[in-house]
């Protein structure tokens, strides 16, 4: 099935110049999430300062939301509906969302840094706010009566006193000019926009707040849905790509004799190290790519052995280092301590992969318009990323987001798309490419590993005093999250373009993350030169919570150490540390429903038999959401096996637009992080990636599923809404070596919690 | 190259492909069915599953000359008359998964554990999936609709 035509923003526009426009050439049944490639006049994103930048009411009532924000999966679309049907006082399924198409919505600055409800719904909600307000307006007119005589319920607007007078908004439609300037503010995450038109206070949601059911899944289920893999352009080949036999190799030359046999073939492309092959239909692609003969360099031997990564870690030169916290004097308190006590953890590189490899199509045109078809997390920087990589103007590039499987960052989508550019370029015909398994999980971007080191200083009284944080992390972004620019992509870098937009991004303590209010404490974050500098399958990015889970799995179990060492229970320490209420109230609430048997850790009194019982606790903040993850664990004392029997997870981030949605996302969030506790470590030889699927990269799967998951929602509807994508994911990983702890007394320092590094661990006591 | 003859969710569709050719491509590319979907190419995630013979079998490993002649139901084909097949509905209500990318796998071997085993024990469900993957790690709510799915059967036997 062809890409289905929705009209063009020129047709949007073109009938009248105001708020409403008639959409006679709009089939709403058409599935707008896959817009057709545009004309030149279509493809520059809106000016956000105008209200049908944002929001359109058609002839039929239906509500037309665009935005730069796509779905990655948990629902963000339904929780958009449901803030738009609120200010606007519509039927929820009056709301259509158009999502991350760079030709017809402001650029938001994609998906990122859970702050797609934070600060992406606050432009949907204060224009649909000012579109009530102007609606208003035209039916006082209309009816003859002042705007505060009217109410508003269903998208019809009726006198008060009279209800009998009525004008629905669907009539309203298309009649008039609006004076529909809004004011903006900030941009990329934080773009806003003010109008007249004010939103409701809270306390009046009838619609927000409410658990709506996500309008995704249904489809979802029923396999109706379209996505990115489903996207067919007319006349679209098919591409893959091979990679180099390992870093640092290159190109000699390629025989192509056994590949053009294959029926279907149509091109090889070399473009520098960059290989691909390009087929009429994805079978042969696959083929032709097995096929091909390509010779390459020796790769070099540069990365170090996989057994040595946490001592090259340490030994190599530090490329930055930021202090991002500082009270008080921890090295005085630490020098003069009755007590002192160090401890370093170890968090592994670790892959994206997700589910679907990574899919892409590309339809290059460097003397008009290029379409591109991705469901990478920020369409516009990708088309940044594209116009700069053809060299063409921004405006020639039409990037349209369509979902793809969910992609926890920047896990390679974006790279993908690019490979689907360069041999659409080379073989001048609309080209889609999905990767293989092996592409994506060996050769898709990696979370950076981090070794943080603690101290901290008890007191004769057993107080702590102080607690100094150092860690040693390679870049969150060395290859930069933002796609925007062409060095940023796999498949440019092989084709010879630097990647010159990489930044330090430090695995830091304190910043996003408050501390707790101990009299003093040291934070230094030390950032490594990268793994390798170039074209590498160990580029690291932004894998969900770019450093908070490898950051949180030290803090949250010195923590436990502290208290271990103090003689106190682990959250009565962490209640005693910390000032947030809110952070205390994750704490108590998650203690509550999992009835925490207060006591010092570890446990006193072992059980007999081959199995030790154990609980712990983590507490992660991150900008303004606060999370309590108390997990249940039962380890193997023969062969070291962890199971999690139970999670409970309190949750806070301040006004909850869809429980249901929010419980979801928290569960999934749960299992995902246990996965990468126990499981997920990206392996390495000298100079290749060796986990290259779900057997050599392994996930959580259904027998590590806990018996019970138990999320309390804490709903504060007087704070603004904070993230929810990613802070359950930051606590598992302590929780789980806490419980360890408790059930075992061993401390387990460097994850994954391994059967070996728990035996390991366990062993190491039981000869102490 | 040579004609196949498939039989996929009720009708028979006839093929002039490659008989080496996993059956996945040909459903998907010559057959312009939107399920099963790729995942790995190597029978270890359940993302491309369909039911053979009412069995859920990964379609990129089962080749087009095996496939053919036998019964082919995809995800789209377990609608009957317009209705959701009662496992659909019983994920739908669940809310269960997030970006849904591997669903063939968990809503069909759900399908074919449920005809088989209408009252799986917990540790039964684990096993009849264990070897498929969920990304998002959507599990809490794939067991809650295995579990809504079999108790609604019954309830209705």
New interface residues.
């Given amino acids: 099935?062809a890409p289905q035509l929705a009209v063009s923003r020129r047709e949007f526009v073109k009938d009248a110049g105001g708020l409403l426009i008639g959409f006679s050439l709009l089939d709403s049944s058409v599935l707008p999430r896959v817009l057709a490639a545009g004309s030149p006049e279509t493809v520059s994103a809106p000016s956000p300062s105008r209200l049908d930048a944002w929001l359109r009411i058609d002839k039929e009532g239906l509500v037309h939301v665009f935005t730069g924000k796509p779905e990655?999966?948990?629902?963000v679309s339904t929780a958009y509906a449901q803030i738009v049907a609120e200010e606007l006082d519509v039927p929820l399924d009056h709301v259509q969302l158009v999502m991350g198409d760079t030709a017809s919505t402001a650029n938001q600055g994609g998906v990122g840094g859970s702050t797609s409800i934070m600060l992406g719904s606050k432009p949907l909600r204060n224009a649909s706010a000012n579109a009530r307000y102007l609606l208003l307006q035209m039916a006082a007119q209309r009816l003859g009566v002042p705007a505060e005589q009217l109410e508003v319920k269903d998208g019809v607007v009726r006198v008060k006193s009279s209800p009998t007078k009525s004008v629905s908004y669907a009539e309203l439609a298309g009649v008039g000019d609006l004076n529909d300037a809004l004011k903006v503010s900030g941009d990329g995450f934080s773009l806003n926009v003010e109008g007249a038109g004010k939103p409701k206070d809270p306390s009046a949601y009838t619609v927000v707040g409410k658990p709506v059911?996500?309008e995704?899944?249904?489809p979802?289920?029923?396999?109706?849905?379209?996505?990115i893999?489903?996207v067919?352009v007319p006349g679209m080949l098919h591409g893959r790509v091979i990679r180099p036999s390992g870093v640092g190799a290159t190109f000699v030359s390629v025989d192509e004799s056994a590949a053009k046999a294959i029926?279907g073939f149509v091109k090889t492309v070399v473009n520098g190290n960059f290989v691909g092959v390009v087929a009429d239909?994805?079978?042969a692609a696959?083929q032709a790519a097995k096929a091909l003969h390509v010779t390459w360099t020796e790769p070099k031997a540069l990365f170090p052995e996989q057994k040595d990564l946490y001592a090259y870690m340490r030994s190599a030169p530090v490329k930055a280092t930021k202090e991002t916290l500082r009270r008080g004097d921890a090295a005085a308190a630490l020098s003069s301590a009755a007590k002192k006590l160090e401890a370093s953890y170890e968090f592994p590189f670790q892959s994206h992969?997700?589910?679907?490899?990574g899919c892409a199509a590309a339809d290059v045109h460097t003397d008009g318009i290029t379409t591109v078809w991705s469901g990478a997390q920020k369409p516009h920087d990708l088309q940044k990323g594209f116009a700069e990589l053809l060299r063409v103007p921004i405006d020639s590039v039409h990037v349209i987001w369509v979902?793809?499987?969910?992609s926890y960052g920047r896990p390679g989508f974006e790279d993908t798309a690019a490979d689907a550019v360069l041999l659409s370029q080379a073989v001048g015909k609309p080209v889609r490419v999905?990767w293989?398994?092996e592409d994506m999980t060996a050769w898709g971007t990696k979370g950076p590993a981090v070794i943080c080191d603690l101290a901290a200083a008890l007191d004769a009284q057993r107080e702590a005093t102080a607690v100094q944080f150092t860690s040693r992390a390679f870049s969150g972004a060395d290859t930069m999250f933002r796609p925007s620019s062409a060095g940023n992509f796999l498949g440019a870098m092989l084709a010879g373009i630097p990647n010159t937009t990489g930044m330090n991004e430090f695995a830091q303590w304190g910043v996003e993350s408050p501390a707790y209010s101990f009299q003093n404490i040291l934070a230094t974050a030390h950032v490594l030169p990268a793994f390798f500098d170039g074209p590498s399958p160990m580029r690291t990015t932004h894998l969900r919570d770019p450093e908070g889970p490898a950051t949180s799995f030290a803090t949250e179990s010195f923590m436990d150490e502290i208290a271990a060492a103090a003689g106190v229970d682990p959250i009565e320490f962490r209640l005693k540390y910390i000032d947030e209420p809110r952070a205390k109230a994750v704490l108590t609430a998650a203690a509550q429903k999992a009835g925490w048997d207060t006591r010092p850790s570890p446990k006193k009194t072992a059980e007999g038999g081959d199995i030790a019982r154990g609980r712990g606790v983590g507490l992660s903040t991150r900008n303004g959401t606060y999370v309590g993850t108390i997990a249940e664990v039962e380890v193997n004392r023969k062969t070291g096996t962890v199971h999690v029997t139970r999670f409970v997870c309190a949750h806070d981030c301040g006004l909850i637009i869809n429980p249901?949605?929010l419980r979801?996302?928290i569960?999934?969030?749960?299992?995902?992080s246990?996965?990468r506790s126990l499981k997920e470590e990206t392996m390495f030889d000298r100079s290749n990636v060796t986990s290259i699927?779900?057997?050599t990269y392994p996930?959580?799967?259904?027998?590590d599923?806990p018996?019970r998951?138990e999320v309390v929602l804490i709903d504060h509807p007087e704070i603004p809404s904070s993230g929810a994508g990613e802070p359950s994911s930051r606590a598992t990983a302590a929780a789980i070596a806490n419980a360890v702890f408790d059930a075992t007394g061993a401390r387990i320092r460097q994850a994954p919690l391994t059967p070996a590094r728990v035996k390991a661990a366990m062993d190491t006591i039981h000869s102490a | 190259?040579s004609v196949a003859s498939l039989k996929v969710n009720g009708r028979v569709h006839k093929v002039d492909v490659?008989p080496k050719?996993?059956l996945l491509?040909v459903l998907?590319?010559d057959l312009?069915l939107?399920?099963p979907?790729?995942?790995?190419?190597?029978g270890?995630?359940g993302?491309c599953t369909v039911l053979v013979d009412n069995r859920a079998v990964r379609s990129c490993q089962m080749t087009v000359a095996n496939a053919a002649g036998k019964e082919i139901v995809?995800?789209?084909?377990?609608?009957a008359n317009g209705k959701?097949h009662p496992v659909?509905t019983a994920?739908?209500a669940e809310?269960?998964?997030?970006?849904?990318?591997?669903?063939?796998g968990w809503?069909l071997t759900a399908k074919a554990l449920l005809d088989k085993n209408p009252n799986p024990s917990?540790a039964e469900?684990?096993?009849s999936?264990?070897n498929?993957?969920?990304?998002?790690?959507?599990?809490?709510?794939i067991?809650a609709a295995v579990r809504r799915a079999s108790q609604s059967a019954r309830r209705s036997a």
């Fill in positions: 099935m990655i999966g948990m629902g059911p996500r995704d899944l249904p979802k289920i029923l396999g109706h849905f379209q996505y893999t489903d067919r029926p239909k994805e079978w696959i992969a997700t589910m679907g490899p979902e793809d499987a969910g999905q293989s398994r249901e949605a979801t996302t569960e999934a969030n749960l299992i995902q246990l996965g699927d779900w057997i996930v959580a799967r259904a027998s599923v018996e998951v | 190259m490659d050719c996993p491509y998907r590319d312009g939107n399920n979907r790729f995942g790995c190419g190597v270890q995630c993302a995809t995800l789209e084909g377990l609608e959701p659909q994920f739908i809310q269960t998964f997030q970006c849904g990318y591997c669903l063939n809503v917990d469900m684990r096993k999936f264990e498929l993957v969920c990304r998002c790690a959507s599990h809490v709510g067991f």
